[in-house]
């Protein structure tokens, strides 16, 4: 998962409301990151 600058130490797997599959990631670095998971995108 490239976009955080530091480690992740939270993962969350679901769907969003239009059904789609994501990853929601959050880093070490003070962030949070939602991943498509049909594309790979964040």
Known sequence: ???HTR???ALAI???SD???V???GGEDGT???WNLDT???
């Open 32 to 34: 949070v990151r939602m």
């Open 23 to 25: 990853i929601v990631s």
């Open 14 to 16: 679901g769907e969003r």
């Open 7 to 9: 480690g992740i130490s």
């Open 1 to 3: 998962m490239k976009g």
């Open 40 to 42: 790979g995108r964040p």
């Open 19 to 21: 059904g789609t599959p």
